[in-house]
């Protein structure tokens, strides 16, 4: 079964100070890796897109990493800022061999609060 | 940019109602969907569009129907609400299934 887990649930940092998420998953056949952001209220936005072959990718203070190997992800925040508390979901594309097509797999997200 | 929007950003219904979430986006995407989000369960889905007219049911469609009548606008309908409905819902499009899926701001819909 398809499944993507992430880790911490939940976390809370002071402001200016780094912190990085994990995200398992088992789903097969890859196709990539995207780490959205949801502020409270609002619908998801995407950070970052990795696919097999890619091992870091940046946005800004965000660093997304891939092992493609052991089925891990992180994102790394820099510095981090009171407007990036928000929850952070990692979402895995699959390929669906029989039919073709892609099926996502949603993790629950990491409920990040920034504080002063 | 890319703009999803759905028609309320908070609805109350009452048990039994029959219920109309809309869906529009702006960039002529092909692939439209709809999704339940519950704390703990995450982005759930419920149906998907890949091109007018046509509809294919996600992980949960029971006890509800979409409607996909033009490119621009996709439909989630609760024929029969109940109080286990209650949830926000997120609206998405997608220029192929493969490219990022653009969000709806959501709708939170609480059953009573």
């Known amino acids: 079964k398809n499944q993507v887990e992430q880790s911490p649930q939940s976390l809370i940092i002071l402001e200016g100070k780094n912190c990085t998420l994990q995200?398992?998953?088992?789903?097969?056949?890859?196709?990539?890796l995207r780490w959205y952001k949801q502020d409270t209220g609002r619908g998801p936005v995407s950070l970052t897109i990795?696919?097999?072959?890619?091992n870091t990718k940046s946005n800004g203070r965000y660093t997304a990493t891939l092992d493609a190997d052991t089925k891990q992800s992180s994102l790394h925040i820099t510095a981090s800022q009171l407007s990036d508390s928000a929850s952070y979901i990692c979402?895995?594309?699959?390929?669906?061999?029989?039919?073709?097509?892609?099926?996502?797999?949603f993790g629950t997200g990491t409920q990040l609060k920034v504080e002063l | 940019d890319v703009k999803v929007t759905q028609s309320s950003r908070y609805l109350v219904k009452r048990t039994g109602e029959k219920v109309f979430l809309e869906c529009v986006q702006d960039?002529?995407?092909?692939?439209m969907f709809w999704y339940r989000q519950d704390p703990g369960l995450g982005l759930r889905l419920i149906y998907f569009?890949?091109?007018?007219?046509?509809?294919e049911k996600g992980d949960i469609p029971e006890g509800y129907s979409v409607s996909r009548e033009k490119k621009e606008r996709f439909s989630l309908i609760l024929e029969s609400a109940s109080t286990n409905q209650t949830s926000m819902y997120l609206c998405?499009?997608?220029?192929?299934?493969?490219?990022?899926?653009?969000f709806g701001p959501g709708t939170r819909l609480t059953v009573l």
């Open positions: 998405a499009s997608s220029f192929k299934s493969q490219h990022e899926q653009f």
């Open positions: 995200c398992n998953y088992t789903v097969s056949p890859f196709s990539n």
């Open positions: 990795m696919t097999f072959s890619e």
């Open positions: 979402v895995v594309t699959g390929l669906i061999l029989t039919g073709g097509g892609n099926k996502l797999t």
């Open positions: 960039m002529d995407h092909e692939n």
């Open positions: 569009s890949y091109d007018v007219k046509m509809k």
